[in-house]
T-cell receptor, first 115, second 108 residues
């Protein structure tokens, strides 16, 4: 398994501000993913972050709103920019490990509330 | 996009087997079926995955029909700690796309 640490675990932010979420993995991984889970909903993939290249965003998500950094093989950040109450969600970091990246492991998430 | 259909909720008596169905009628030959679960306020947890054959591990069994259009996750002896949302995922690419899942409640 992979140990994934996310910071902060939760935050309450004012609308119009930005929050950067950090994801640290205990070993090098090729692929990292960022998900959003809105209240009472399933997980929605935001983007795939690979080291050395720009993140690939899913439909409905744009870099200006959710800029991602991937400076090395164990770390990534997701920024939620110009926040509104609709951005209140749990944001989760995930990595793939194992033979042919068969398994995905998830952090415990960052619970964001925008007021 | 999710390629699976699951019932929104199920109940199971403690100590009994929990059988969670999943339909994936458009699955392709090289796509794997994965199961994850999410206990309240935690990140999703890997349970099991398979391609064609039935699979078993210390947590559960996965039964995939011969035509691969559906599968069943079996928790052999459900406990209260198994109360969670269970997600069936057909993995198409490198990414995992989650559907709506089944909320399983284990009843004492």
């Amino acid at each position: 398994s992979a140990v994934i640490s996310q910071k902060p675990s939760r935050d309450i932010c004012q609308r119009g501000t930005s929050l950067t979420i950090q994801c640290q993995v205990d070993s090098q991984v090729t692929m990292m993913f960022w998900y959003r889970q809105q209240p009472g909903q399933s997980l929605t993939l935001i983007a795939t972050a690979n080291q050395g290249s720009e993140a690939t965003y899913e439909s409905g998500f744009v870099i200006d709103k959710f800029p991602i950094s991937r400076p090395n093989l164990t770390f990534s950040t997701l920024t939620v920019s110009n926040m509104s109450p609709e951005d209140s969600s749990i944001y989760l970091c995930s990595v793939c490990r194992g033979f042919m990246n068969t398994e995905a492991f998830f952090g415990q998430g960052t619970r964001l509330t925008v007021v | 996009d999710a390629k699976t259909t699951q019932p929104p909720s199920m109940d199971c008596a403690e100590g009994r087997a929990a059988n969670l169905p999943c339909n994936h009628s458009t699955i392709s030959g090289n796509e794997y079926v994965y199961w994850y679960r999410q206990i309240h306020s935690q990140g999703p947890q890997y349970i099991i995955h398979g391609l064609k054959n039935n699979e078993t591990n210390e947590m559960a069994s996965l039964i995939i029909t011969e035509d691969r259009k559906s599968s069943t996750l079996i928790l052999p002896h459900a406990t209260l700690r198994d109360t969670a949302v269970y997600y069936c995922i057909v993995r198409t690419t490198d990414q995992f796309y989650f559907g709506t899942g089944t909320s399983l409640t284990v009843i004492p």
